[in-house]
């Protein structure tokens, strides 16, 4: 029986090939959460009719691929632990992953890959980008998913992507911060338990005290009056 044309078939003759490039990124103007675009290009070196590709792209930060001032190793010890130690403590970051569907082209096309951000310091990635003081990010693109093409009959068929598809990134700490600041400026965030957070409610509200910061600010002259 002749396969639905809608199926894709077992592959026959050359497998399409991709080829994947970062070549830019800008915070995403309108978007639920501080999201960052950065535009890939993805080139079909094979020659293929791509009809769609299910994307899958997992992105580390590459933090031996640059240089630190005292202020940052200082900030960066909680990760990487003291200084002197670096040589074997010093590694890839993990950062995220995130998924995204890539509609038809043909030899290339450019999408924008959209990356969202979070400010919580609990999470590895964060933490390590908010230590920096400026300069650039270094990244790592590692890509997987499916391809769906033309074979050589004009028929859909469907590949892998191996992991072995990367490309490499260089951040500006710029555009983290203008996309950070564009939904949180002049504000950081801290994951508090509920018993903490009770405790510093109770001391704001019988204090008196009119805003958060004024009521950090209050404990942390407390503490300094202690020394």
Not at 167 to 182: C, E, G, K, N, Q
Not at 195 to 220: G, H, K, M, V
Request: one cysteine or more; hydrophobic letters at 40%; aromatic letters at 12%.
């Amino acid at each position: 029986m002749e396969a639905h044309p809608a199926i894709p078939r077992p592959v026959t003759g050359p497998v399409a090939d991709l080829d994947f490039r970062v070549e830019g990124a800008a915070p995403v103007e309108f978007a639920a959460v501080p999201t960052i675009g950065f535009a890939l290009r993805i080139v079909s070196r094979s020659g293929h009719e791509i009809r769609s590709v299910m994307l899958d792209a997992q992105i580390q930060i590459a933090a031996r691929r640059r240089s630190y001032e005292d202020a940052e190793e200082d900030r960066l010890v909680d990760l990487f632990g003291d200084r002197s130690r670096w040589s074997s403590t010093l590694r890839t970051v993990p950062w995220l992953r995130t998924t995204q569907v890539v509609p038809a082209f043909s030899e290339e096309t450019t999408v924008e890959l959209r990356v969202p951000c979070t400010y919580d310091f609990e999470v590895t990635g964060a933490k390590y980008i908010q230590a920096l003081d400026g300069g650039e990010v270094p990244l790592e693109f590692l890509f997987t998913g499916s391809v769906f093409y033309a074979g050589e009959d004009g028929r859909l068929q469907t590949a892998r992507i191996s992991w072995e598809r990367e490309a490499d990134f260089r951040l500006r700490m710029a555009v983290w911060r203008a996309t950070i600041d564009r939904y949180f400026p002049n504000s950081a965030w801290v994951r508090l338990s509920r018993d903490a957070f009770e405790e510093l409610f109770a001391y704001r509200a019988a204090n008196a005290i009119p805003s958060w910061d004024q009521t950090i600010d209050s404990l942390l002259e407390r503490k300094r009056g202690e020394r």
